[in-house]
């Protein structure tokens, strides 16, 4: 059967199948463990390389694995609160009609133009992905980025593509992303803006090929635009609206200067965008009580996101609890000594890429992986920014493919679209995104060995 007319059952059964499949494999999987050393760059736990090591068999069974799916709602508490607080502030704003305003603008400077709003669109969350590693935080936006795309005349993989899609490809590849290349950089002991000229080009060059990708796709999937929400043909925002939209967008701001100067998490932005919100509905003329009720509403729209996020983490967790985490990492990192560096270097990025199955955390997979990686890098005489890279396009692409990443299955549930759908439209897409990877670790080598 081909994959275009296989039809898979709802996210959260994928993601529940994922969790049996998890406490299945400890069950199959020897259990082993690195050893932990605290590193004071990061502020974080490392594996320490050379230190794995046989532990007590842990196997998870069906009643483990059932408690496990409350347990992911614990572990990814701060996110999910970031998904309901921030979800809850844009209703408030949805309510006092900024944003249909705003969609109205966009959609009148637009429309002539067609698909020319979706570069600034890309390059926007792009931008945000390289600098605080969003993806959580669109889940919220989802509805009023299907209003824009309908006035657009796109359908709901455009809008996910120029919008999750494309803050993921910043992240990837961005060379200011905190969460992902400055853990990595750290960890290899390079300065923070060490080889800014190439991962800048190669940001470049996959924020181009990327918003190319979605223009081809959206260009042969056109439908028909809708009426743009309360439109009256204006190009410009009212003053008020454009205040309440400045508040609004204050939370964000600040959360990202939090984020790179101040050890921000997503504790602070629920903690901001709470106050947002509630400011937006009192600028916007809503008493206190009816701000709180729409707020209220806004949260529970997107319980459903929530839910997928929590069950995504429960899958890590059991790995984590059969203690097969580090077996797997194992597994996959220790052929590639055999190897000639060349494609040891290369073979990298499919191993991230593995591993982030297991561990879909970037921030989490950094501190695991790259004490093993570095290392190698020096056995094999290769630069360290080879595993940072491959680390990058490894990890940071497979957030655009696997069903473990909670916030890219909660925006396609939000967006309506069906999880194999969007495997067709991003295969190839991460396919070529891949290749700029690979072309700049061929560049280090080159320019090492030059």
């Known amino acids: 059967m081909a994959f275009s007319t296989i039809k898979l059952p709802h996210p959260l059964i994928l993601l529940l199948g994922g969790v049996a499949v998890a406490a299945a494999l400890t069950w199959m999987l020897p259990a082993g463990a690195f050893d932990r050393r605290d590193d004071p760059a990061t502020g974080r736990r490392v594996v320490v390389a050379g230190t794995y090591h ?269 203690h097969v985490v580090d077996t797997i990492l194992h597994g996959l990192a220790m052929p590639l000594e055999r190897m000639p560096a060349a494609t040891a270097a290369l073979l990298q990025i499919p191993v991230h890429a593995l591993v982030h199955l297991a561990v879909p955390s970037v921030s989490g997979q950094a501190v695991l992986a790259m004490p093993l990686f570095v290392p190698l890098a020096d056995l094999l005489h290769l630069s360290r920014h080879v595993p940072v890279i491959a680390y990058q396009t490894g990890a940071g692409l497979s957030e655009m493919f696997w069903p473990t990443n909670g916030a890219l299955m909660a925006v396609l549930l939000a967006a309506g679209v069906p999880y194999a759908k969007w495997i067709r439209f991003v295969a190839g897409g991460v396919a070529i995104a891949a290749l700029i990877g690979i072309a700049g670790i061929a560049a280090v080598i080159f320019l090492r060995a030059a």
């Open 54 to 322: 046989p532990v007590p068999a842990a196997p998870v069974g069906p009643f483990a694995a059932a408690v496990s799916v409350p347990r992911g709602f614990v572990a990814a508490a701060d996110v999910i609160a970031v998904v309901l607080f921030v979800g809850g502030a844009w209703v408030v704003i949805d309510r006092v009609g900024t944003l249909p305003a705003l969609v109205a603008v966009l959609v009148a400077r637009f429309r002539r133009r067609g698909l020319w709003a979706i570069p600034p669109i890309c390059l926007f969350f792009a931008a945000m992905g390289a600098l605080e590693n969003m993806e959580e935080e669109i889940i919220p936006l989802v509805p009023v980025l299907l209003v824009l795309g309908q006035g657009l005349g796109v359908d709901a993989i455009v809008v996910v593509a120029m919008s999750a899609g494309a803050a993921m490809i910043g992240s990837a590849f961005g060379p200011t992303n905190p969460f992902q290349a400055g853990i990595a950089l750290r960890l290899a002991e390079l300065p923070p803006v060490a080889g800014g000229g190439l991962r800048l080009a190669m940001f470049a060059a996959a924020l181009a090929m990327w918003i190319a990708w979605t223009l081809r796709y959206a260009a042969r999937n056109r439908v028909a635009p809708t009426a743009a929400p309360r439109a009256d043909g204006a190009r410009t925002l009212p003053l008020r609206h454009a205040a309440i939209l400045a508040i609004a967008l204050a939370p964000m701001a600040a959360y990202v200067y939090g984020a790179l100067r101040l050890d921000w998490g997503f504790n602070e932005l629920s903690g901001a965008f709470l106050v947002g919100g509630v400011a937006a509905g009192l600028a916007g003329g809503l008493t206190l009580s009816e701000t709180i009720t729409a707020y209220l509403e806004g949260a529970a729209s997107i319980v459903s996101a929530a839910i997928i996020i929590g069950t995504a983490r429960s899958i890590s967790l059991v790995l984590d609890d059969g």
